[in-house]
């Protein structure tokens, strides 16, 4: 593993802890975000993943971000359900690690438990391998490869340390949101270099977690002493749409339909012209409603395609009614053209158009993300005509929309 590169490293410190209930993990709302953007981080005491057993186990919290830029202290709140949590932004780019553990609080407390969860800043380079650092936990789950990319389907490999040093015979089990985490699922054993492999079977918000319970001989005589480690992440699903959300929020600010629906258009246009963001040669007419929703399409196929106002390559024609809003892309260089007319779909068209807060908005955005191209749009392809003209927009605008 190349470790030179140290991680982001998240440490909680638990001075005062009133009961240990369940298992312990450190869950996020999201694996992949953007520089500042805000993140959900929360300690969780529970029995059922990820959800607190309801009691507040935690009577102090403290954490500070390592990140690449530069250290933050910051406290966590006390939620009602009892988990502590943080809702911030990760300074710097790149993998951040982020771990908590939680030693013996007595003299009669030989419980040891330890969580994590890898969080990645975009845009993080293909070489940060800041994942696979250990965090010098007494028991500790190291994913082999960026946890932030694992999908359903797939197999995830770990491997498993013990004081540092990779374990052979330690159980090790997955389980997804909503699991009960002590149902007597089987686990398997690491290998003999405390290896071990699992298949992911579904999407979503998953667990491994590692046990061991061993006995230490020392000047106090034998003493015995449980650890538990657990990993958490997001699998993502056959489609992943976490970037292109990503790209849509860093230019309109949130995840709005339209804007979703723009960037879909863009993205499709590209691949029709064999081109890619920032082309030169690459123009952008958008026809649409004035003052309506449809309107925020312009901040989608700017996010794909890198078009703007500042270049002089992305344009703005008025349409009477949503029903005729579409997107007309024109490289220059040859006069091709890709027009993508949004479907006249009522449901289509209700949920561009209908979000009434900031929620179901969200709800739509995914929504329309998940939905093949030919669901929202249709495609017209003109191709190169020597001597042609981007001024016709008009004209192909009433082809594309001729029965």
């Known amino acids: 593993m190349n470790c030179a590169?140290?991680?982001?490293?998240?440490?909680f410190l638990l001075p005062v802890m009133a009961a240990r209930a369940g298992d312990f993990w450190l869950v996020t709302n999201a694996s992949t975000v953007l520089e500042d953007e805000k993140l959900w981080v929360s300690l969780v005491f529970g029995e059922r993943f990820p959800l607190s057993n309801g009691e507040s186990v935690i009577s102090a919290s403290t954490f500070v971000d390592r990140g690449p830029e530069?250290?933050?202290?910051?406290?966590?709140?006390?939620?009602?359900?009892?988990?502590?949590?943080?809702?911030?932004?990760?300074?710097?780019?790149?993998?951040?690690?982020?771990?908590?553990?939680?030693?013996?609080?007595g003299p009669e407390d030989h419980v040891i438990q330890?969580?994590?969860?890898?969080?990645?800043?975009?845009?993080?380079?293909?070489?940060d391998l800041s994942y696979a650092a250990p965090l010098g936990h007494s028991l500790e789950i190291v994913p082999v490869s960026n946890p932030c990319g694992w999908r359903a389907g797939q197999t995830a490999d770990v491997l498993v340390l013990l004081d540092g040093h990779p374990w052979p015979g330690i159980p090790v089990d997955l389980f997804h949101e909503g699991d009960e985490s002590r149902s007597g699922a089987p686990a398997i054993q690491t290998d003999a270099e405390?290896?071990?492999?699992?298949r992911l079977s579904q999407a979503g918000h998953c667990s491994i977690r590692a046990h061991l319970d061993r006995v230490r001989d020392g000047l106090a005589g034998t003493q015995k002493e449980s650890l538990s480690a657990t990993l958490s992440f997001h699998v993502v699903g056959a489609t992943d749409v976490s970037r292109m959300m990503l790209a849509v929020r860093s230019i309109h600010g949130d995840l709005d339909p339209a804007a979703v629906l723009g960037y879909r258009m863009g993205r499709r246009a590209l691949q029709e012209m064999n081109l890619s963001g920032g082309a030169a040669n690459l123009e952008a007419t958008i026809w649409a409603p004035a003052a309506s929703p449809m309107m925020a399409i312009l901040d989608g196929v700017q996010a794909?395609?890198?078009?703007?106002?500042?270049?002089e390559n992305l344009r703005l024609e008025q349409t009477p009614s949503p029903d005729d809003t579409q997107?007309?892309?024109?490289?220059?260089s040859t006069n091709g053209r890709v027009i993508c007319a949004v479907r006249r779909d009522a449901e289509l068209v209700e949920a561009l158009t209908n979000g009434k807060d900031a929620k179901a908005r969200r709800e739509n955005a995914l929504w329309l993300a998940t939905r093949s191209d030919a669901d929202l749009f249709d495609i017209t392809l003109m191709p190169a005509t020597p001597g042609g003209s981007t001024n016709h927009v008009g004209a192909m605008m009433t082809a594309a929309r001729a029965p």
């Open 304 to 311: 794909a395609t890198s078009v703007s106002y500042g270049r």
């Open 114 to 127: 330890s969580a994590k969860a890898v969080v990645q800043v975009e845009p993080v380079e293909p070489a």
């Open 327 to 332: 997107a007309v892309f024109t490289d220059r």
């Open 70 to 105: 530069k250290s933050v202290n910051c406290d966590c709140q006390l939620e009602l359900n009892g988990a502590y949590s943080t809702r911030r932004g990760l300074r710097g780019p790149g993998v951040h690690v982020l771990g908590a553990e939680i030693g013996p609080r």
């Open 5 to 11: 590169r140290l991680p982001a490293v998240i440490a």
């Open 194 to 198: 405390g290896g071990a492999s699992i």
